[in-house]
């Protein structure tokens, strides 16, 4: 099954020019003013293929043709399988592996985040966490939560194994908190894909691909690992000032800069389905 959804965002060209008395905006909406990044060593392309994918698919006809196919150079992977082949890992092993090697990834994407948008943790009113390659309890949300000083009020959400389009209806569901509740919000989207490799199917052996080896072939082509967070906080939010600088004190100068006119204003979200695949 195909799912494709989108996000709607605006970025003023200006200012925002306050609404006249007796005009309130028709709903509350949430922006998008904090954001960061953070992943693990490269891997180069050409070499995954020479060291590790181009033995386990010797006898695919096309494989090495879907493999250049997908027209990446570098990557970056917690497990480099040239180097650690873990596809004979149980479970268990792998999701060890996870929260080891997924946690101080998230850990510093959350905390670039805030830093971006100058917000301490202690204001984060729900923490979401969204991933498909990993699980646990307690989990990312709790571990995060406490090492970064969040408020033990802190709404936590896991939004798990929806696939790459996750990031969307997360961002929905926080995006809506923010407007409802007035109070910000960080999601953290966070894949290690390296951690799944699968041991060769007994057909593969014999020289034949079944469909699931093809898929786990086009699978690690073009997917790697990585953490995002984003930070969101109501329309007209005043953020404190980033770490490192001194608050404006209220006697004088410019107060702080609200959030309207800051970053992305979350317009919509919307998502369409197609059954017939």
């Known amino acids: 099954m195909t799912h494709a959804a989108s996000v709607l965002t605006h970025t003023p060209a200006a200012p925002a020019v306050p609404r006249p008395a007796g005009r309130p905006r028709t709903r509350p909406t949430a922006r998008v003013v904090g954001q960061a990044h953070v992943v693990p060593a490269p891997m180069h392309q050409q070499d995954l293929w020479d060291r590790h994918f181009s033995t386990v698919f010797a006898d695919h006809p096309f494989a090495e043709k879907v493999w250049r196919s997908a027209g990446i150079v570098t990557r970056h992977g917690a497990v480099n399988p040239a180097v ?34 100058g917000l301490p943790a202690a204001e984060v009113g729900l923490f979401a966490v969204v991933s498909c390659t990993g699980y646990g309890t307690p989990g990312l949300d709790i571990r995060i939560s406490e090492q970064l000083g969040m408020s033990p009020q802190v709404q936590r959400l896991v939004v798990g194994h929806m696939g790459c389009y996750a990031a969307i209806p997360g961002l929905g569901a926080v995006s809506d908190y923010v407007a409802a509740r007035q109070k910000p919000a960080v999601m953290l989207c966070l894949e290690l894909t390296s951690l799944h490799p699968q041991p060769p199917s007994a057909t593969l052996l014999s020289g034949k691909a079944t469909e699931g080896d093809l898929e786990q072939l086009v699978a690690h082509a073009i997917f790697a690992d990585a953490a995002a967070a984003v930070v969101l906080v109501p329309e007209g939010h005043h953020p404190l000032a980033p770490a490192g600088l001194a608050a404006v004190p209220p006697s004088g100068g410019a107060a702080p800069t609200p959030a309207r006119g800051r970053g992305l204003e979350v317009v919509d979200v919307s998502a369409c389905t197609d059954w017939s695949t």
């Open 84 to 117: 650690e082949d873990i596809s004979h890992w149980t479970t268990g092993d792998r999701m060890r592996r996870y929260h080891e090697e997924a946690l101080p990834l998230g850990l510093r994407a959350v905390e670039r985040a805030l830093a971006d948008a």
